[in-house]
Nanobody, 123 residues
């Protein structure tokens, strides 16, 4: 079992920045990919960004391109960061980290999920 813990959420003014972190623990093994998703109450969880573990190729939702960056903070840990710049009120959501055992996708077919961290952007 892989356990994911997110951190770094909070309250930020429009135009500001936050960095989310996610680290895997438990029965850890290298994922095929890790990603970030977000969800607003009453709406479906949506893809934000993902990174392939081998090679580091990244993929972003159109609405975050140029503002958000997904990265691996270290080659020695199973962890990902999401640097979020120029935040807007529409970015307010619960952000979830996800771990994919095989393959790479923008869909919700990831195998393990964190509990989520709230990001609130105010004007």
């Amino acid at each position: 079992q892989v356990h994911l813990v997110e951190s770094g959420g909070g309250l930020v003014q429009s135009g500001g920045s936050l960095r989310l972190s996610c680290e895997a623990s438990g029965r850890t093994f290298s994922p095929s990919a890790m990603g970030w998703f977000r969800q607003v109450a009453g709406k479906e969880r949506e893809f934000v960004a993902s990174i392939r573990w081998s090679g580091g190729t990244t993929n972003y939702a159109d609405f975050v391109k140029g503002r958000f960056t997904i990265s691996r903070p270290s080659a020695k840990t199973t962890a990902v960061n999401l640097q979020m710049n120029r935040l807007q009120a529409e970015d307010t959501a619960v952000y979830y980290c996800a771990f994919k055992v095989s393959g790479w996708s923008r869909g919700r077919d990831y195998d393990y999920w964190g509990q989520g961290t709230q990001v609130t952007v105010f004007s």
